[in-house]
Nanobody, 120 residues
Framework: QVQLVESGGGLVQPGESLRLSCAVS????????MAWYRQAPDKQREWVAD???????NYTDSMEGRFTISRDNAKNMVYLQMNTLKPDDTGVYSC??????????????WGQGTQVTVSS
C-alpha cells in the first residue's frame, strides 16, 4: 500500500518560514520523482517544485529562490523549505510521487495535503 503523509503546515505571519515534510512508503522511493503542488482557495492546483531521484530540482518561476525542495532517499522523505512566505502562498500543499515509463505511461501517487495559511 502506497502512502504519502504530509506534515509541517500551519499558520504563519508574512515573512516567516515553514518546512513541509512528506513521508513515503510502499514504493521504491529513489525511482520516483517527488513533487509538491499547492491549491489556493478557489483556484486550481498548481505545481510548485519537483526533484528527481538523483536530486535534480525544478521550480515554478515565482517560487524559485524562496522555496527549496529536497529529499532523503535513505529515509523516504521529501521536504519543502518555504521562506519569506506571503499571503498568496496560502493553500493546501500536497506531496506527489510519480514515475514516467518509456512508452509514456505514468504512475502518480498523492498525499492528503497539509494546510498552509499565511496571514497577519
Amino acid at each position: 500500500q502506497v502512502q504519502l503523509v504530509e506534515s509541517g503546515g500551519g499558520l504563519v505571519q508574512p515573512g516567516e518560514s515553514l518546512r513541509l515534510s512528506c513521508a513515503v512508503s510502499g514504493i521504491t522511493f529513489p525511482l520516483y520523482t517527488m513533487a509538491w503542488y499547492r491549491q489556493a482557495p478557489d483556484k486550481q492546483r498548481e505545481w510548485v517544485a519537483d526533484i528527481t531521484g538523483g536530486g535534480k530540482t525544478n521550480y515554478t518561476d515565482s517560487m524559485e529562490g524562496r522555496f527549496t525542495i529536497s529529499r532523503d532517499n535513505a529515509k523516504n522523505m521529501v521536504y519543502l523549505q518555504m521562506n519569506t512566505l506571503k499571503p498568496d502562498d496560502t493553500g493546501v500543499y500536497s506531496c506527489n510521487a510519480h514515475r514516467i515509463f518509456a512508452l509514456g505511461s505514468r504512475w502518480d501517487y498523492w498525499g492528503q495535503g497539509t494546510q498552509v495559511t499565511v496571514s497577519s
